[in-house]
């Protein structure tokens, strides 16, 4: 697939940015949008190498891209690794503020998929539960600091809501296959999700 494919989607950014920005009503950040591209772009050529090689970037800003960049690949390993090092490095709080809690959350689904032990799979699962919690507490800050976040946030949490990476621990039937505990744990933070996500369409 495409995700991720940064230097396909740089010209037409930059093109839009420049027939946008000449509207006194443009008031997309789409400069910001096109600095960005072309950094991910510069970059995806040396993490494409560096993955190849297994090897992980220095710096936390740059792990952090690197991590966006392997979510938008569904390389569910290296976005829980990278995760692992910012955690290490930097802390909790740098993560959460990086709002990539919800990419560490359903790489651990991805990751989970794919585990042939029921002990592994339900170890991975219960991180993407804290890490979707993680994110929903983090999201609560951004919106009371910054109304203008809950329509990007709230479409955000659709879409999370409807992925199937969670279909293992979303619905009656799958809850009933995971351990009374955790089933109980996941229905909660669906219904604290559908609560938040009421909140911000009521905004």
Do not use: N
Not at 2 to 30: C, F, I, N, V
Not at 179 to 192: G, H, N, P, T, Y
Request: charged residues 30%; glycine residues 6%; contains cysteine.
């Amino acid at each position: 697939g495409g995700a991720g494919r940064h230097g396909e989607a740089l010209p037409a950014m930059q093109k839009g940015h420049a027939l946008g920005s000449t509207r006194a009503d443009w008031e997309y950040p789409s400069a910001q949008w096109v600095d960005r591209a072309r950094f991910l772009a510069e970059m995806e050529t040396r993490w494409s190498q560096m993955m190849a090689e297994g090897m992980d970037p220095d710096s936390p800003e740059e792990q952090l891209g690197m991590l966006q960049w392997a979510s938008a690949r569904d390389e569910g390993e290296k976005v829980l690794r990278l995760a692992d090092l910012l955690f290490a490095e930097v802390g909790a709080s740098y993560v959460d503020d990086a709002g990539v809690r919800k990419d560490c959350s359903r790489a651990a689904m991805l990751v989970a998929s794919k585990a042939a032990e029921a002990a592994a799979r339900a170890t991975l699962q219960r991180r993407a539960r804290e890490e979707l919690s993680a994110h929903l507490a983090a999201m609560r800050r951004w919106v009371a600091g910054d109304a203008s976040a809950a329509e990007p946030l709230a479409m955000m949490l659709e879409i999370i809501q409807t992925d199937t990476a969670y279909d293992p621990v979303r619905g009656d039937a799958a809850l009933g296959l995971l351990a009374a505990d955790e089933a109980l744990a996941w229905r909660k933070v669906w219904e604290e999700l559908a609560r938040d996500l009421a909140a911000l369409r009521s905004k």
